[in-house]
């Protein structure tokens, strides 16, 4: 029996091991990127001085032949695993792109899984740092980016975080954020219901953390300033019940529902306001146009109901429609936002990279500052161009929920 | 207000079965083999897993089936647990070592779930998910489910220990192990059987809850805390405290948030756990468990 015993807990630590590994055939997928989809780096990398620049952290020479470490810290296990995979797969994406343009593996991309958890991200960041790479793309959650944030500036390394909270304030010169922050979408979010929802008193069904908190304050807010009455309905993360909230909601005669959560929790919340309040306008934050949140919802929960996102996979725009056809035709799955904020956040670094390569010195801080200076660049997401609070996205979309189909309604910038 | 107060009732009672249900599944574990059972949660997400990933979503059969194919697995997957590390931790010398080892199977599960379904959150569409609408009142399926099979399988659990030679032999052991063994009760196999039927209904609990809160790998993380909760408030080790702690928390939770924010409803149940431990720490019921 005790050799049976050590056989299965043997068994579990290879099976936990595969886990953490990485998968080798993505990379050879990755290669076989379209010549039409490289195009922009193929003249970057064509341009690249020989034997200019400086390696991170190391004094050789670069140029070709010049390899660049880019850091990933992804939440590919936990929680968050799903999206964690999309920032990876968009990531890669890029880098088989600039690779393929360079033609020799120019960047390398290390990846580290931060386990959804602000211990692990901390841990992934330290890690990455140590391995040598000049700019990280990661954490995601705010309260994951605010945990590096003392690692980063004290290393002088920088990270492009997906938080976005309103606690990223741009105090960090080391921490760029690749997404629209709360305080944009959110307040997107309410002017649409003002304005075209004509909403009259508004329940505000919103996580108590950072994410959800920084949401539901941008709203208020902005609700407080138009007179518009509300009913505030805070939840902690990982709660499935949410009746007692919605039942407050409806007992308190509000028209609209504005919702500011986690995946997980949208679908609940959708499902159970289906039940309670069927009849009442809803919006919600980028999560509903999620495909692993709307896989948990039926049609009628959701139909009809707005979202406010940062990329939705129907967009007309031409720099959106080329980076679905890759993704597409690349992994056989429509991307999300996470795939599209993360294709950016790694376009940045690359652009980044190779400016600094030009300009003959390529080190975290150089990289640092080329992206803080760098040009306006199209990317799915909207135009990338850091402003004074280090955000470099300023625009989001908003769709509407035809059955589970979101469908483009309005972009709007800051 | 009448109206909120019967709603609130209603989820609170069928919560409240749920959490019962957890707290049973901890006494089981507790009474036969002295462990407390951190892995529990993860067993209950298993069993939705193997019911609604694979049977229905993966292998489209039927309910019923799929019902009784998740059963007779989960009972497998109990009793291997109970041979191969529940039998070896309950008799270690101090039980951190079977506290830590329930705690990293926790972590095994979990990584497993991850491996073999993915990642992604889960639904079994058309799955106890109706609503009925009674006067001004809403009643889900689920609910009605949920309250309808924690009472019968309470029922069958009491005839199982009171009439059946294996339920009483598995009470011998929970009274007293020594003595049990010297009346040639085999503890080992008693554990084993009590693991499984555990794990079965961790199984059922698992489906019970998918219609409220989906398939994903942190979907019973709260339940499993709330069930333990219900055990120690209905008097740990005796599994009538372990149904009456399980509803008092779940009707408690949701009639408090008439007079306070939502957000504090977990802090209700865990708060109510401080002042039982603190003033009562044999539960409601504690005298009747300690007279057994």
């Given at each position: 029996m005790k050799k049976l015993l050590a056989l299965f807990l043997a068994g579990a630590m290879m099976l936990s091991l595969a886990a953490c590994g990485g998968d080798d055939t993505k990379e050879t997928e990755a290669a076989k990127v379209t010549a039409a989809d490289t195009k922009a780096a193929e003249t970057k990398a064509a341009d690249t001085k020989a034997d200019e620049t400086k390696g991170a952290g190391e004094e050789k020479p670069a140029g070709n032949g010049e390899t660049y470490k880019i850091g990933l810290a992804a939440m590919l296990t936990g929680d968050n695993a799903l999206n964690g995979e999309r920032m990876q797969k968009a990531s890669e994406m890029v880098i088989a792109q600039y690779n393929e343009a360079?033609?020799?593996?120019?960047?390398?991309?290390?990846?580290?899984?931060?386990?959804?958890?602000?211990?692990?991200?901390?841990?992934?960041?330290?890690?990455?740092?140590?391995?040598?790479?000049?700019?990280?793309?990661?954490?995601?959650?705010?309260?994951?980016?605010?945990?590096?944030?003392?690692?980063?500036?004290?290393?002088?390394?920088?990270?492009?975080?997906?938080?976005?909270?309103?606690?990223?304030?741009?105090?960090?010169?080391?921490?760029?954020?690749?997404?629209?922050?709360?305080?944009?979408?959110?307040?997107?979010?309410?002017?649409?219901?003002?304005?075209?929802?004509?909403?009259?008193?508004?329940?505000?069904?919103?996580?108590?953390?950072?994410?959800?908190?920084?949401?539901?304050?941008?709203?208020?807010?902005?609700?407080?300033?138009?007179?518009?009455?509300?009913?505030?309905?805070?939840?902690?993360?990982?709660?499935?019940?949410?009746?007692?909230?919605?039942?407050?909601?409806?007992?308190?005669?509000?028209?609209?529902?504005?919702?500011?959560?986690?995946?997980?929790?949208?679908?609940?919340?959708?499902?159970?306001?289906?039940?309670?309040?069927?009849?009442?306008?809803?919006?919600?934050?980028?999560?509903?146009?999620?495909?692993?949140?709307?896989?948990?919802?039926?049609?009628?929960?959701?139909?009809?109901?707005?979202?406010?996102?940062?990329?939705?996979?129907?967009?007309?725009?031409?720099?959106?429609?080329?980076?679905?056809?890759?993704?597409?035709?690349?992994?056989?799955?429509?991307?999300?936002?996470?795939a599209a904020a993360y294709y950016g956040a790694a376009v940045t670094i690359c652009e980044a990279i190779l400016?600094?390569?030009?300009?003959?010195?390529?080190?975290?801080?150089?990289?640092?500052?080329?992206?803080?200076?760098?040009?306006?660049?199209?990317?799915?997401?909207?135009?990338?161009?850091?402003?004074?609070?280090?955000?470099?996205?300023?625009?989001?979309?908003?769709?509407?929920?035809?059955?589970?189909?979101?469908?483009f309604v309005q972009s709007v910038s800051e | 207000m009448s109206t909120m107060v019967f709603q609130l009732l209603i989820t609170g009672i069928a919560y409240g079965m749920i959490y019962s249900l957890v707290g049973i599944e901890y006494t089981l574990i507790w009474n036969s083999s002295g462990l407390l059972n951190f892995s529990h949660d993860k067993l209950i997400t298993l069993g939705a897993y193997i019911f609604g990933g694979s049977m229905i979503i993966k292998m489209n059969l039927d309910n019923p089936i799929a019902i009784v194919l998740t059963l007779a697995i989960m009972g497998v997957v109990g009793a291997l647990l109970a041979a191969g590390i529940f039998n070896r931790l309950y008799s270690m010398r101090s039980n951190i070592f079977a506290i830590i080892g329930t705690v990293v199977l926790a972590k095994i599960i979990s990584e497993f779930i991850r491996l073999f379904w993915g990642s992604g959150n889960m639904r079994v569409s058309g799955w106890l998910d109706k609503t009925y609408f009674i006067g001004g009142f809403a009643i889900t399926s689920a609910n009605i489910v949920i309250i309808i099979v924690a009472i019968l399988l309470v029922a069958v659990l009491e005839v199982f220990f009171k009439f059946t030679k294996t339920g009483k032999a598995m009470r011998c052991v929970e009274q007293n192990k020594k003595a049990a063994a010297l009346m040639g009760i085999n503890i080992n196999r008693s554990i084993c059987i009590t693991t499984a039927l555990s794990a079965m209904i961790c199984a059922v609990i698992g489906f019970l809850v998918i219609p409220l809160v989906n398939i994903s790998a942190t979907m019973a993380t709260t339940i499993g805390l709330k069930g333990f909760c219900s055990g120690v408030i209905g008097g740990f080790g005796y599994i009538p405290g372990a149904i009456a702690g399980g509803i008092f928390i779940g009707v408690v939770e949701n009639l408090a948030t008439i007079f306070i924010p939502a957000v504090y409803k977990d802090a209700v149940s865990f708060l109510l756990l401080i002042v039982f431990l603190l003033i009562k720490p044999t539960g409601f019921l504690g005298k009747r468990a300690q007279g057994r």
């Open positions: 360079a033609g020799y593996e120019k960047f390398v991309l290390n990846t580290e899984d931060d386990l959804t958890t602000n211990e692990g991200a901390l841990t992934a960041v330290q890690k990455l740092i140590s391995d040598g790479c000049l700019a990280i793309i990661g954490p995601h959650r705010s309260s994951a980016a605010l945990a590096v944030s003392d690692t980063v500036a004290e290393q002088q390394v920088c990270v492009l975080v997906g938080g976005t909270s309103v606690a990223i304030d741009g105090s960090n010169n080391y921490m760029f954020r690749t997404r629209a922050s709360d305080a944009i979408m959110a307040t997107v979010a309410a002017t649409f219901c003002k304005d075209t929802l004509e909403a009259k008193k508004v329940g505000i069904l919103h996580a108590s953390d950072e994410y959800g908190q920084g949401g539901a304050d941008a709203a208020m807010a902005f609700f407080d300033a138009q007179g518009i009455e509300y009913v505030d309905c805070p939840h902690n993360v990982n709660d499935v019940d949410f009746t007692s909230a919605i039942l407050e909601c409806q007992s308190a005669g509000c028209d609209t529902v504005f919702t500011w959560t986690h995946d997980a929790e949208t679908a609940i919340i959708y499902q159970q306001l289906a039940t309670y309040m069927p009849e009442v306008n809803k919006i919600a934050s980028p999560g509903l146009t999620l495909d692993n949140v709307l896989n948990l919802c039926e049609d009628n929960w959701v139909d009809g109901a707005y979202s406010v996102t940062d990329f939705i996979s129907t967009s007309t725009d031409t720099v959106a429609v080329d980076f679905v056809k890759a993704y597409e035709g690349l992994y056989g799955e429509t991307p999300d936002l996470y400016a600094c390569e030009e300009a003959g010195e390529v080190t975290p801080q150089a990289v640092r500052d080329a992206i803080a200076a760098g040009e306006t660049k199209t990317l799915p997401t909207g135009d990338f161009y850091n402003d004074d609070a280090n955000n470099l996205v300023h625009s989001c979309v908003i769709a509407k929920l035809n059955g589970k189909a979101p469908e | -």
